[in-house]
């Protein structure tokens, strides 16, 4: 077991929550590129863990690799899987834009017919 690895780790409120653990710089990498992918809203970060040889039990010192900022750094390119997503936001677009024809004439004659009825009770009760 060697004294370095590499973590994925997610914001969670003030904390970080990690998410993955590997023993390979390469891994590491890979790992955070996907999570970036898979969530690029969220701050992500890899760092390097180092055991301390004179601590006893689990100390670590760790160094920052990579940092995702969501505010900083736009979204990466959407993946082709990404790609109905996409269609969505397209579709829901299009139908922000279509026009629906609205039924003035119905209403009209409902409003006229409405008013004809008022007319007609208030004249029946004076004519009483």
Do not use: C
Not at 48 to 55: H, S, T
Not at 111 to 120: I, N, T
């Amino acid at each position: 077991m060697t004294g370095e690895r590499f973590v994925v780790q997610r914001a969670a409120g003030k904390k970080w929550e990690t998410l993955t653990v590997h023993d390979a710089q390469a891994d590491g990498s890979a790992a955070f590129a996907a999570a970036v992918q898979g969530a690029p809203r969220a701050f992500l970060r890899l760092i390097r863990l180092q055991a301390d040889p004179e601590a006893r039990g689990e100390v670590y010192d760790w160094t920052l690799v990579s940092l995702h900022d969501p505010r900083r750094n736009p979204a990466p390119a959407a993946l082709p899987a990404a790609a109905p997503a996409a269609k969505k936001a397209v579709d829901k677009r299009r139908q922000a834009e279509e026009r629906v024809r609205v039924p003035v004439r119905l209403y009209i004659g409902l409003f006229l017919s409405g008013a004809a009825l008022v007319m007609l009770w208030l004249l029946a009760g004076r004519l009483r």
